[in-house]
């Protein structure tokens, strides 16, 4: 069973940074994509960015060249480096987890669709807010 426990989030000043942290349990970590996205209040929830088995990454169009997802599969980690931090970026961020699936030995999961699949598993969530 997939479990996911995000860490990290806090108060940041406009250009500051933080770093995300989602602890994984249940699963095989190395043969999953794990993704991050947020949600902000009376906002449709959002892609932030993504890394697939293979270290393959994908980033929201708002988020790319300041945030760098990264993951340590000696850890079952992934984690998410902020920067750059504006109040926009305010919202709760939440880690999910899919198996990587094949489809005629091509990755389901990919640039264009790993923001609408279904993920196994989700985490809790940890809020971000960014304020002066």
């Known amino acids: 069973q997939v479990q996911l426990v995000e860490s990290g989030g806090g108060l940041a000043q406009p250009g500051g940074a933080l770093r995300l942290a989602c602890v994984a349990s249940g699963f095989t970590f190395e043969s999953y994509a794990l993704a991050w996205f947020r949600q902000a209040p009376g906002k449709e929830r959002e892609g932030v960015a993504c890394?697939?088995?293979?270290?393959?990454?994908y980033y929201g169009a708002s988020v790319k060249g300041r945030f760098t997802i990264t993951r340590d599969n000696a850890r079952n980690t992934v984690y998410l480096q902020m920067n750059g931090l504006k109040p926009d970026d305010t919202a709760v961020y939440y880690c999910?987890?899919?198996?990587?699936?094949?489809?005629?030995?091509?990755?389901?999961?990919?640039?264009?669709?790993?923001?609408?699949?279904?993920?196994?598993?989700w985490g809790q969530g940890t809020q971000v807010s960014v304020s002066s």
């Open positions: 999910a987890a899919d198996r990587v699936k094949y489809s005629f030995g091509v990755a389901t999961l990919n640039d264009k669709t790993w923001t609408s699949i279904d993920y196994e598993g």
């Open positions: 890394i697939t088995n293979n270290c393959d990454t």
